[in-house]
Nanobody, 129 residues
Framework: QAQLVESGGGLVQAGDSLRLSCAAS????????VGWFRQAPAKEREFVAA????????YYADSVKGRFTISRDNAKNTVYLQMNNLKPEDAAVYYC??????????????????????WGQGTQVTVSS
C-alpha cells in the first residue's frame, strides 16, 4: 500500500530553520509530482510548495517564496522542504502529497489538493515569537 511519512517537525523560534522530510513507499513515486501543504488550527489546508515529477518546475506560495525550498531525492524516494527564517505564521501541521499530473497541467494545478492521490499523516511545526 502506497504510503507517505513526514518527519522533521518541531518547536523552533522565529528566524530559525527546519527541514521536513517525506519518505514514500511506492515504486512510481519518482514519476509523480510532489507537494507540501499546511493547515493551521481553524484554517483550511493551504498550498505551500510543489515540484513536477522531473524537477523541471518548482512552485511556491507567495508567503514562503525566498524562504522555503522544495527538493526531492528519487534515489531515496524522499521529498524535502527546507524552511528558513521561520515566522510564527508558518506554524501549522505540514503535509506532503504526491500524485500523477497531466504533462500539460499548469502551475495552478499543483496548488489544488484534489490533484494529489497520496497524502502523509502530517508533521507539526510550531514557531515561537
Amino acid at each position: 500500500q502506497a504510503q507517505l511519512v513526514e518527519s522533521g517537525g518541531g518547536l523552533v523560534q522565529a528566524g530559525d530553520s527546519l527541514r521536513l522530510s517525506c519518505a514514500a513507499s511506492y515504486r512510481t513515486f519518482s514519476r509523480h509530482a510532489v507537494g507540501w501543504f499546511r493547515q493551521a488550527p481553524a484554517k483550511e489546508r493551504e498550498f505551500v510548495a510543489a515540484m513536477r515529477w522531473d524537477g523541471s518546475s518548482l512552485y511556491y506560495a507567495d508567503s514562503v517564496k525566498g524562504r522555503f525550498t522544495i527538493s526531492r531525492d528519487n534515489a531515496k524516494n524522499t521529498v524535502y522542504l527546507q524552511m528558513n527564517n521561520l515566522k510564527p505564521e508558518d506554524a501549522a501541521v505540514y503535509y506532503c502529497a504526491a500524485g500523477a499530473m497531466d504533462p500539460f497541467d499548469g502551475s495552478n494545478s499543483y496548488k489544488i489538493k484534489t490533484k494529489y492521490t497520496y497524502w502523509g499523516q502530517g508533521t507539526q511545526v510550531t514557531v515561537s515569537s
